[in-house]
């Protein structure tokens, strides 16, 4: 009997030893790190390094309007935005629209020319500048390891109002024939967009946006008198730019 019960307690302690020997080897092989470069750093993915939340930001962005039909357009865009938690914040900002006619534009002013004057030119509305304010909601942090450094975004989307100076008429404004035909019309406008936050320092920001403008407005015939019908246009800009955070 007594040599059952020593048997029993040798079994035990061997089970014992065996499941340590196992748990250790796991957690040798689960969290050994000796096999990582030393000169680097190790940073966990939910610990956020750069704050937002509290300060104001003011950004120079500058970019590209997207899908005009008869003009090229470079916009320069300068906004102010303040971050009431690392989730919501409110922005402002203005735009100042530079235009030129395209080769689209071009071609067909080549072939209006061409027609000795059986074709028109259509009426083309240009958007001078916008300003409104939007709601910027960022749902997602996280980290890029980019040229062998650590790289951290905040990736926002945003939605708010605004108002549109527009300019609407034939052929160019500049053009002295047509320059009387143009009007101006100021209209309401929802803005929907999205873009990254990229934190280079403690202040300093990067910055990638795409801003959609969505409007009202009447479609003209260039008939005088005649009704305008009424359409929902939208319009694109893709802006890049460099921020500061107070």
Partial sequence: ?????RGAFAFLALSLWVDGSLAFAADESDYNFSWLDPEKKVYVLQNRRYRKAGSPQIFAMGGL??????RSVLQVQPRVSYWFSEAFG???F???RFHRSNNSYLAL??????SGGGLNSPYIREIRSQFGAVLNWSPWYAKINVFNSVLYFDWYFSAGAGMLGTSIGPKRSDDPAASALWSDQNLFAVFLGTGHLFHLGEHWITR??????FYRAGVFTGIPNAPADQAIFSNFAFSAGIGYQL
């Fill in 90 to 92: 409110i922005e402002f």
């Fill in 94 to 96: 203005y735009a100042s």
């Fill in 208 to 213: 990638l946006d795409l801003l959609g403008t």
């Fill in 109 to 114: 002013e080549e072939a209006i020319e061409q």
């Fill in 65 to 70: 309007s997207l899908g005009d039909t008869y």
């Fill in 1 to 5: 009997m007594k040599n059952r019960i």
